[in-house]
């Protein structure tokens, strides 16, 4: 069934707050970490402004979906920053989208 | 201006062991010529917690799905090799993962350096005259008299630290002190997004304007060559 992108848009930003919330657990990095889910919120906000009402391309939710259990088992903190960065990178290559 | 090989340390001796695994340069070999979307493959995958590769299959579908290249076209066969590669990375358990990551990138940095101009060099220092030695050496340099390059590479935007800014800005000086030409820059494996945000957290008051920073989507300007 065709679903659009901006849902697809907040399953990842719900898997984002999971992961900040775990990375957060880093005192010395609690700056960048917010300051990098901020950017990466906001470019994620822009495409579901850009393109929400699309039809997500073949495989997008799947890719999401397997994507977003990815970060859920992320436990480790220092991992978890990394993958803050990762995550939307996948996020928007699987939506067909550049960083 | 001149290069020179630095001490020999524990710390060095241990990670040459790393830096000489064929794992190292396979996964390099591979990267040089992948898409930057096979490029985040090896960075999700390497920094992952699944071995399954279905799952990771799963998450790149236009490098796996179905209106991706068949099995048997040599950008899927690539798309297959770079994931058997970063799960093998990934299965090293934490620590090494850590440092084979690192070796990775430094090796796919001197592969993409190479196919643009040399000599290039890894694990080397910058000497000048009259200005204390560097305590750690630079990952990857071009040592072409008229224009030498010198390069840090990190697997993360995290990796971006004032230290490491320092020594590259403090290089670029020296040269410039001594008339000679050292394009000093970073190499990241990681989104040229996240890279900024670390940069406008560490650079404190360490001028940029000199540094180039080369990020995951667009490694293949090291080589010369637009992004595949």
């Known amino acids: 069934m065709p679903i659009p992108v901006a849902i697809l848009v907040e399953r990842a930003l719900a898997g984002l707050d999971v992961l900040a919330a775990t990375a957060e657990a880093v005192d010395d990095e609690w700056q960048y970490v917010t300051d990098l889910g901020t950017v990466w919120r906001a470019r994620l906000g822009a495409l579901k402004e850009a393109r929400g009402a699309e039809t997500a391309p073949d495989g997008a939710e799947a890719a999401l979906d397997a994507l977003v259990a990815e970060a859920g088992r992320i436990e480790d903190p220092h991992r978890a920053i990394d993958w803050l960065s990762t995550f939307p990178q996948v996020t928007l290559a699987a939506l067909g989208e550049a960083s | ?228």
Request: charged share 30%.
């Open chain 2, 1 to 228: 201006m001149r290069f020179g090989d630095p001490r020999p340390d524990g710390r060095a001796i241990v990670y040459a062991q790393i830096q000489a695994d064929p794992l190292v340069a396979r996964a390099a070999a591979l990267l040089a010529d992948a898409t930057s979307t096979q490029r985040l493959l090896a960075r999700a995958t390497m920094n992952g917690e699944s071995t399954d590769p279905e799952a990771w299959r799963t998450m790149f579908p236009a490098l796996f799905g179905p209106a991706a290249p068949p099995p048997g076209d040599p950008a899927r066969d690539r798309s297959e090799a770079i994931l058997g590669v970063s799960l093998q990375v990934a299965d090293r358990g934490e620590q090494a993962r850590s440092q084979f990551r690192g070796a990775i990138v430094e090796a796919l940095a001197e592969q993409l350096l190479a196919a643009r101009t040399g000599p290039v060099r890894r694990e080397r220092r910058i000497l000048f005259d009259g200005v204390p030695s560097e305590i750690h050496p630079y990952d990857v340099t071009v040592e072409r008299e008229a224009a030498a390059e010198a390069w840090d590479c990190k697997w993360g935007a995290r990796g971006v630290k004032a230290d490491v800014l320092h020594q590259l800005d403090d290089a670029r000086r020296n040269a410039t002190a001594e008339g000679a030409r050292l394009l000093v820059g970073l190499v990241v494996f990681d989104a040229r997004r996240s890279c900024e945000v670390r940069l406008v957290r560490e650079r404190g008051p360490v001028a940029l304007e000199g540094l180039k920073l080369v990020t995951l989507e667009g490694l293949d300007r090291l080589a010369g060559r637009k992004p595949a």
